[in-house]
């Protein structure tokens, strides 16, 4: 695993793309959020992203905007299967957050693909074209407690995909 600062795209070369990190870092809504990769490995299998609690994050009661950590949830299942799976389109198909607690400190998102998940991902794949699984992750306090669970259904469909030209998405 690389360290951040030496972490570069692995996708084929000459196609001149920022790293995964500093794209994830730039991507314009996460940048006014002011996050920062902590954790990001070849196979984006594991990922760690620090939300800060900071103005442009805080809501007026002080804690954590809960539309922040929405946002930054919404594309990472979604970022990791498309790494995985780039012959596929891939979207977030539907994202729930259960609060757990407020949200009183800065943030850390902790994503994990577990490597049996991408084995029946990529069998689904191989049988009927398209898949659609469920992946879980959270947030956590600086001190280690769950704040926030999270709940992404990822679509992952042929592309060129039309919803409704080969049934339910």
Known sequence: ????????????????????????????????????????DDEWSRIRILLPLNKQTCNPGGSMFGGCMASLADPVAALACGWRFQQYSVW???????????????LEL?????????????????QRGRATPLFEYAYYLTDGTLCARVQSRVAIRAKGYVAGSSGAL
Do not use: C, W, Y
């Open 1 to 40: 695993m690389k360290s951040m600062n030496e972490q570069t795209d692995s996708k084929p070369a000459g196609l001149n793309q920022p790293s995964p990190v500093s794209g994830l870092e730039d991507f314009p809504p996460f940048r006014s959020m002011q996050i920062r990769v902590l954790e990001l």
């Open 92 to 106: 977030t198909r539907s994202l729930k957050l259960d609060f757990q607690r407020e949200g009183r400190t800065d």
């Open 110 to 126: 902790r994503f994990e693909f577990d490597p049996l998940q991408h084995a029946v991902i990529a069998e689904e794949l191989a």
